[in-house]
């Protein structure tokens, strides 16, 4: 069995927090790896001119194999396209721990597994909860590459849930 459907996790909500009388059934054992490889990208060192910033319309819950996969599609075009000339940037870190409570389904799958009720769940992996108005990525370029910056931020939307807004600043 592979990943749930990102839809199931991009509503933004506090977790269900676990008491338990014995204190060590309260927490959470193991926190699962980070798959987003790099946070920063391009030419740290020089100064641009420009910045366009990839804005959460609403606000939710992004997967980090979500924004890793987001963060390729927008970093090839970058690099392709303007070579080193540019710095890119994500903003956002997954701190959010996703836990499932796996069911079992039967051999003639008529009946399905009633489970506990509020069970705890194992953690299956990461989410970045965004608020409203929230820059995810942020690209640095000159004034002649804004259109550019502007194109790959665009090819990262498809692979995020929500809605997102393109807004550029002068620096």
């Given at each position: 069995?592979?990943?749930r459907k990102g839809r199931c996790y991009r509503t933004r909500k506090r977790s269900?927090?676990?008491?338990?009388?014995?204190r060590?059934?309260?927490f959470i054992k193991t926190k699962p790896q980070n798959k987003i490889v790099k946070y920063d990208m391009g030419d740290q060192k020089k100064k641009f001119s420009h910045k366009v910033s990839l804005i959460s319309k609403e606000k939710l819950q992004i997967r980090h194999n979500a924004i890793e996969a987001s963060r390729l599609v927008i970093n090839r075009k970058l690099n392709k396209l303007?070579?080193?000339?540019y710095f890119f940037k994500v903003r956002i870190y997954p701190h959010h721990i996703l836990r499932e409570n796996k069911m079992l389904t039967g051999a003639g799958a008529d009946r399905m597994q009633q489970g506990m009720q509020k069970a705890f769940g194992k953690p299956i992996?990461?989410?970045a909860q965004i608020r409203k108005k929230q820059p995810i990525f942020t690209v640095s370029v000159d004034e002649k590459h804004l259109k550019i910056a502007k194109?790959?931020?665009?090819k990262g939307f498809p692979?995020?849930?929500g809605k997102y807004t393109i807004k550029v600043e002068k620096i």
């Open positions: 069995m592979g990943l269900y927090t676990r008491t338990s009388k014995f060590k059934y309260s303007l070579g080193k000339d992996g990461l989410a194109e790959s931020l665009k692979r995020l849930p």
